[in-house]
């Protein structure tokens, strides 16, 4: 069974660029959520999809979009760039939305820096 | 909507000696309570939870954390703590009728020193 993996583990932009992040899910897991984490902070709910719906947002601008595909694997993109988007975001898979069904299983996250 | 307050931000302690990291939470509704442990460079790893039951709960590596709904907190807890503890650990809720989105606390940095 293959654990949540995150790609690019690095990564560095300048103001105004787009940026894509990929996350693979946990074998069997149909639900994805993307939490950002800033420096010195806890991780802040972006948003979730399960079965390749948005499935609840957090209180971030429309400028973060996601996609989850039929394989259960999902992107983050963020356009338009600012300096506050630098982050560690991280990818959680789970087995549904419900903690009666399963728990969150995190990636290691990507790193990205705004410059 | 929920808040989680983690009131200490470092905590240093001597290497076997006992550890206590408080959280205290808001919400209107009911709700589900994690910790969670993160290493250097790492991601996020589940500690402990509690969804019902008994409001004393026992998690891996020792840990555990009791449940207080009328002081609405869920201190953690560890009565000997070993130089791999050294991280940073989280407090988080998720509604209860909400599914499985967290909102986490600011953390807790624990440096064990020896």
């Known amino acids: 069974e293959t654990g949540v993996t995150q790609s690019p583990t690095h990564l560095i932009k300048t103001r105004g660029q787009q940026v894509t992040l990929r996350c693979s899910s946990q074998s069997g897991h149909n639900t994805v959520s993307w939490y950002q984490q800033a420096l010195g902070q806890g991780p802040q709910f972006i948003f979730q999809?399960?079965?390749?719906?948005?499935?609840g947002r957090g209180n971030f601008p429309p400028r973060f979009s996601g996609l989850q595909f039929p394989n259960y694997s999902s992107e983050l993109n963020v356009n338009a760039l600012e300096l506050d988007d630098s982050a560690l975001y991280l990818c959680a898979s789970s087995l549904g939305t419900s903690y009666n069904t399963g728990e969150l299983f995190f990636g290691e996250g990507s790193r990205l820096t705004v410059l | 909507a929920q808040s989680v307050t983690q009131l200490d931000s470092q905590v240093p302690v001597f290497e076997e000696a006992p550890v206590e990291l408080r959280c205290n939470y808001s919400s209107s509704v009911s709700v589900y309570l994690f910790w969670y442990v993160q290493y250097p460079n790492q991601g996020l790893q589940l500690l402990l939870k509690y969804l019902s039951g008994s409001t004393l709960v026992k998690g891996i590596n020792g840990f555990e954390a009791e449940f207080n709904k009328s002081q609405t907190s869920f201190h953690l807890r560890k009565p000997s703590v070993h130089i791999s503890d050294t991280a940073e650990y989280f407090c988080?809720?998720?509604?209860?009728?909400?599914?499985?989105?967290?909102?986490f606390g600011g953390g807790t940095r624990v440096l064990v020193k020896p």
């Open positions: 999809y399960y079965r390749e719906e948005e499935n």
């Open positions: 988080a809720v998720a509604r209860a009728d909400a599914g499985n989105k967290l909102t």
